[in-house]
């Protein structure tokens, strides 16, 4: 950005001096040029799943690099690779993979996957599930606790209203929480508890779900174990989706893109989304907590099926998604276009429309600062993520962090206003004016801005 004089004067340093305007204003007023590149940051964009972002996703894929870079066109277009480039990677696991013995948890699993994760610039969201299938919670607790057989005594299901179900899942939750609340490497925890693949439903079992004051305190056990970190529920929980969302939950809908596939008067997109979602007061939770979508089968069955990619698409938007899981199945070359436009319009993107700052300023002197932002995404950023501006010349760094949060930023503009106190030994000279969002956890620059201009470090 365009730099600055600073001036020492006397007068004991107590004035703020401006040097005399050589045009129209005494300010130097930037309105930075947007750019309308795909921008991967963190928090939003597909994920990928049990996946990292090197990972071929189908035969010919040709991408093999983290680097955004390398992967844009000149129009800003993400280049055919089978599969976008992701902050997030999903994972899932059963009980009796994280609690194989009674007490004895396998966090190196969690562990390695959330390192793996952060190597491929990404980080971990994932779910913990008690049943599918074959029985999967853990033999030891199958030989203590009640339960019951599906599918001819192949499967096996908990008691839920067991005590014992609620203390010794109970654990495994308040466990995890202790080991991975607030943790830098965890993106957000899908709450799975109840029923198959822990997607609070016991379809095809014949055994009913428990009452709803059980679901309500399962909910619970999420909710007061996990303080600091994102929580999403699976719509279609009733009082306890609703409860959830009143608790500051954020949710999650399967079967985006299912437009009939079920039934031929019946689809998840037009019948089940918006009635489960006004019953839950949760079509305003977005402004909060985050909003996660997973597709139904895959974006080639869509295609097959000739369903309108693009009116999928504006339905997640409609309802301000910021995170989509598409399985890692591979993007269908002919509609690749939309899914580059789908990634510039979800979750959030900050453009820096107009900065002003005084000409000159004077060591130890109040600077005003004026910003004009414009989130042209359709969610906010759910993580408080540091506004700092820095001035900067060869020899010299002064940083000031705003107290704007920039949680706030709805889709829209937001002015910020703020004096930035320079420092009394600040030396003299001419100064760049530079700014990032910083991740609270390193540091460090993380959100890529919609705007030209950004240095190698990121500023």
């Known amino acids: 950005m365009k730099t600055s004089r600073l001036i020492a004067m006397g007068l004991c340093g107590a004035l703020i001096c401006l040097a005399a305007p050589a045009s129209f204003s005494q300010y130097t007023i930037v309105k930075p040029k947007e750019i309308h590149d795909v921008l991967i940051n963190p928090g939003m964009g597909f994920t990928t799943f049990h996946h990292f972002n090197k990972d071929h996703v189908g035969k010919g894929s040709d991408w093999d690099s983290q680097n955004v870079e390398d992967l844009l066109q000149p129009d800003g277009d993400l280049k055919y690779c089978e599969y976008p480039p992701s902050s997030i990677a999903y994972f899932r696991w059963y009980w009796d993979e994280i609690e194989p013995e009674q007490g004895r948890y396998r966090w190196e699993l969690i562990d390695q996957t959330i390192e793996q994760a952060r190597r491929n610039g990404q980080k971990l969201a994932f779910r913990l599930m008690p049943q599918n299938g074959v029985p999967k919670a853990p033999a030891w607790y199958r030989a203590i606790a009640p339960g019951f057989t599906y599918e001819e005594g192949k499967s096996w299901m908990p008691d839920y209203e067991s005590p014992l179900f609620r203390k010794h899942f109970g654990n495994l939750?308040?466990?995890l929480a202790e080991r991975y609340d607030g943790h830098p490497g965890i993106d957000h925890i899908d709450m799975g508890i109840v029923g198959r693949w822990g997607e609070w439903h016991t379809s095809g079992t014949g055994h009913p779900m428990p009452s709803m004051d059980t679901q309500v305190e399962f909910v619970d056990l999420y909710r007061h174990a996990f303080t600091k970190s994102w929580l999403v529920m699976l719509i279609g929980g009733g009082e306890a989706m609703a409860h959830a969302i009143q608790q500051g939950t954020g949710w999650r809908a399967d079967c985006l893109g299912d437009m009939g596939g079920f039934s031929s008067n019946w689809n998840h997109m037009e019948d089940l989304?918006?009635?489960e979602l006004s019953k839950a007061g949760a079509l305003d939770a977005w402004k909060k907590a985050p909003v996660v979508f997973e597709s139904c089968w895959t974006m080639q069955y869509w295609a097959q099926q000739g369903w309108d990619i693009q009116a999928i698409f504006d339905r997640a938007?409609?309802?301000h998604a910021s995170?989509?899981?598409n399985k890692s199945s591979v993007v269908p070359k002919e509609h690749w276009g939309l899914v580059n436009d789908f990634l510039r319009k979800m979750g959030y993107?900050?453009?820096l429309r107009r900065i002003q700052w005084p000409d000159e300023a004077?060591?130890?002197?109040l600077v005003k600062l004026e910003t004009l932002w414009e989130n042209t995404g359709v969610a906010p950023v759910y993580l408080p993520y540091r506004l700092v501006y820095q001035l900067k010349n060869e020899g010299n760094t002064f940083e000031h962090a705003f107290t704007a949060d920039v949680r706030s930023w709805l889709p829209g503009y937001s002015l910020i206003v703020e004096s930035i106190p320079l420092p009394a030994d600040l030396p003299a000279g001419s100064y760049q004016m530079r700014v990032a969002l910083l991740d609270?956890?390193?540091?460090q620059p993380a959100?890529?801005?919609a705007i030209a201009g950004r240095d190698p470090d990121g500023w």
Request: charged share 10%; proline share 8%; aromatic share 16%.
């Open 362 to 365: 004077k060591a130890g002197s």
């Open 447 to 449: 959100i890529r801005l």
């Open 273 to 275: 989304y918006p009635i």
């Open 173 to 175: 939750v308040a466990a």
């Open 349 to 351: 993107r900050f453009v």
């Open 440 to 443: 609270p956890a390193t540091n």
């Open 323 to 325: 995170v989509f899981n």
């Open 317 to 319: 938007l409609q309802y």
